[in-house]
């Protein structure tokens, strides 16, 4: 079975704090995401990355950078965590070339900031 | 720029209704592509139907039909006979290659809040 896997569902953190998420996938993927979905809004993309080390801006990046030292790994972090973060987070992969294939997704991390 | 819009909100319907969730998107280009996801409670999207924009041929998956019409940009999801293990967020999404570097990206709708009732 194919998988993406984000390391926590529901995470809690204080304002101000340093905001780890991370998303590892086991399908040999290039392409990796992050979205965030909010009510009424769906998902919106953060960053995304289509090789090591590369990163692209998505459609609201601001508040947030990505790490990709790794194929399987791509990590989004929330340098000063505020209450306006608070929202569901879905981390999603692809294979890179392939114009027609979906993404798939995690199982997404709910994160609060308190 | 791309758009995808998902005009219902939240729709509840009585099991065994027909129900169906509208989309229309708007691109540019040419050569793009359409996908449905389902949310279920347990929060990871599960893809359900792609389709490219050659091929207007409508599809059906047992309960499950899509409806693709290029010329009103719409591509429409039909359930038949709603059951409650459909009640679910869905999302209406669109690559297309001014959206990004690569096919990967997604736009996605705002999504639709389906609630069946037994």
């Known amino acids: 079975d194919v998988k993406v896997t984000q390391s926590s569902r529901y995470l809690v953190k204080r304002t101000g704090e340093k905001v780890f998420l991370e998303c590892v996938q086991d399908m040999d993927h290039e392409n990796m995401f992050w979205y965030r979905q909010d009510p009424g809004l769906g998902l919106r993309l953060i960053y995304f990355s289509y090789d090591v080390k590369m990163k692209e801006k998505g459609d609201i990046p601001e508040g947030y950078s990505v790490s990709r030292e790794k194929k399987e790994r791509f990590s989004l972090i929330l340098e000063s965590a505020s209450t306006n973060q608070t929202s569901m987070y879905l981390c999603?992969?692809?294979?890179?070339?392939?114009?027609?294939?979906?993404?798939?997704f995690g199982q997404g991390t709910r994160l609060t900031v308190v | 720029a791309q758009k995808v819009t998902q005009a219902q909100t939240e729709i509840s319907v009585v099991e065994k209704e027909d129900v169906t969730l509208d989309c229309v998107y708007e691109?540019?280009?040419?050569?793009?592509?359409l996908f449905w996801y389902k949310q279920p409670p347990s929060g990871e999207l599960v893809f359900l139907i792609r389709?490219?924009?050659?091929?207007?041929q409508n599809e059906i998956s047992g309960r499950y039909s899509w409806n693709f019409q290029k010329s009103t940009s719409s591509f429409n999801f039909t359930i038949t006979a709603s059951q409650v293990v459909d009640s679910a967020v869905y999302f209406c999404?669109?690559?297309?290659?001014?959206?990004?570097?690569?096919?990967?990206?997604?736009?996605f709708g705002q999504g639709t809040i389906l609630t069946v009732h037994p």
């Open positions: 389709r490219n924009s050659f091929d207007e």
């Open positions: 999603a992969s692809s294979p890179l070339g392939q114009k027609n294939t979906e993404a798939f």
């Open positions: 691109t540019r280009d040419t050569t793009y592509y």
């Open positions: 999404a669109l690559s297309a290659p001014s959206g990004g570097t690569s096919y990967g990206k997604l736009t």
